[in-house]
Each structure stands twice: as C-alpha cells, then as structure tokens.
C-alpha cells in the first residue's frame, strides 16, 4: 500500500514486519523506530486494497489522525483507519520503538456501515477489558500460534477476527444491533466462505 515514510532518525532507523494470511484477512505483526506515515490523495490513487485496518499497540506509543479525528496510543490501545481516506500517523512518542499487531479487513467483510465505521476511525480502544481485551488476546494467539495452523484453519481464525473486530466496534458504537443490509449480506458472505 503506497505511503510516505519519514523515520526521525533515518541512520539508527530499524523495522520488522511478518504476515500472516487468515483467508480473505490478513494480520501483520511489525516493529519500528520512531516513524511517521502519511497516506495522501496522490497516494490512495496509486493503490488502494480497500481495507479497514484495525492496529494493536502492543509495545510503546504511536498517534493517528484520519477524518477530523486523533488518538495517542499506548501499549494495550488499539485504532481503527481507512485505507481508501487520507491519514497521518507516527510512532515513538516516548522516542522509543513500537510494534503493533494489525488486522487488515476488507471493507466488504466488515458488517457494519460505511458512515458507521467512519465515526470510529482515529479513536482510541482500550483494549484491556471485556471483548476488546478477547480480541487483542485472539490476536496475540493468532501471531503467536498461527505458523503451526493449517491453511483451513487459518481461513476459519479470520472469520472468528472479523467477528470478534465487528463486536468490538458495534460494541464501540454503542449500538445493540447491526443494520439489516450489513448483516444480510455478513450472513452471506459466511456462507459462500462455508461453502468453498
């Protein structure tokens, strides 16, 4: 996905990533000095995968501003953004290194509504109680474990993410129920993948 990557200090600079594919999902584990991202207009236009990415900070500190809104961050918050909108994002607020685990989901798996998801982008989730604090855990598993998964099984942990994510944020919404186009198509969408 192009982005334009500015680290703080480009000499000492150091990054990690690994990928793991959860079916039609995927969760990314990455680690990095201080940076700061920009995804621009010029940019989105370039390519685009049409995805929600939901990050878990699970080590030292980071921002992210979309759409009007901004979170600080810190170990055990996690954020949602746009893949599709611009952002502004960085790490290091402590001037130390982050690494957070992302979920990438794409948009037509995530059964809420467009004007729906864009009230959460750029918001701070705790993710230390209730269901955000299981799905920060099934994350953690998933990246811990996921290596010695076998391919199906791997489809099967990306529904239950998607799932687990989409209480998470009707959860954050406040809302009890999702809207009936959304979760009819939701529905649908679990049984083509049941059925393949």
Same mark, same amino acid.
């Given at each position: 996905?192009?982005s334009?990557?500015?680290a703080?200090?480009?000499?000492? @600079?150091h990054?990690?990533?690994? @990928?793991l594919?959860?079916?039609?999902?995927?969760?990314?584990?990455?680690?990095?000095?201080?940076?700061?991202?920009? &995804?621009?207009?010029?940019?989105?236009? &370039?390519?685009?995968?049409?995805?929600?990415?939901?990050?878990?900070? =699970?080590? +030292?500190?980071?921002?992210?501003?979309? +759409?009007?809104?901004?979170?600080?961050l810190?170990?055990?918050?996690?954020?949602?953004?746009? =893949?599709?909108?611009?952002?502004?994002?960085?790490?290091?607020?402590?001037?130390?290194?982050?690494?957070?685990?992302? /979920?990438?989901i794409?948009?037509?798996?995530?059964?809420?509504?467009?004007? %729906?998801?864009?009230?959460?982008?750029?918001? &701070?989730?705790?993710? =230390?109680?209730g269901?955000?604090?299981?799905?920060?855990? @099934?994350? +953690?598993?998933?990246? +811990?474990?996921?290596?010695d998964?076998?391919?199906?099984? /791997?489809?099967?942990?990306?529904?239950v #993410?998607v799932?687990?994510?989409? #209480?998470?944020?009707?959860?954050?919404?406040g809302?009890? =129920? %999702?809207?009936?186009?959304?979760? &009819?198509?939701?529905?649908?969408?679990?049984?083509?993948d049941? @059925?393949?």
């Amino acid at each position: 996905m192009p982005s334009a990557l500015s680290a703080r200090d480009a000499a000492a @600079f150091h990054a990690e990533g690994a @990928f793991l594919g959860l079916g039609p999902v995927q969760l990314s584990r990455f680690s990095y000095s201080p940076l700061r991202s920009r &995804r621009t207009p010029a940019l989105i236009r &370039r390519g685009d995968p049409e995805q929600y990415q939901l990050g878990l900070v =699970t080590r +030292g500190s980071a921002w992210y501003a979309q +759409g009007g809104s901004e979170a600080e961050l810190h170990a055990g918050d996690m954020v949602l953004w746009d =893949t599709s909108r611009p952002y502004d994002s960085g790490s290091g607020l402590d001037d130390g290194s982050v690494e957070v685990l992302v /979920l990438q989901i794409p948009k037509a798996r995530l059964p809420l509504a467009a004007p %729906q998801v864009d009230q959460l982008v750029a918001r &701070r989730m705790d993710s =230390t109680t209730g269901i955000r604090a299981v799905l920060a855990q @099934f994350l +953690g598993a998933v990246v +811990g474990n996921g290596s010695d998964c076998r391919p199906h099984d /791997l489809g099967s942990l990306g529904s239950v #993410a998607v799932e687990l994510a989409a #209480a998470c944020l009707i959860q954050q919404l406040g809302a009890e =129920t %999702q809207p009936p186009e959304a979760a &009819r198509a939701h529905v649908l969408l679990r049984q083509v993948d049941a @059925f393949t």
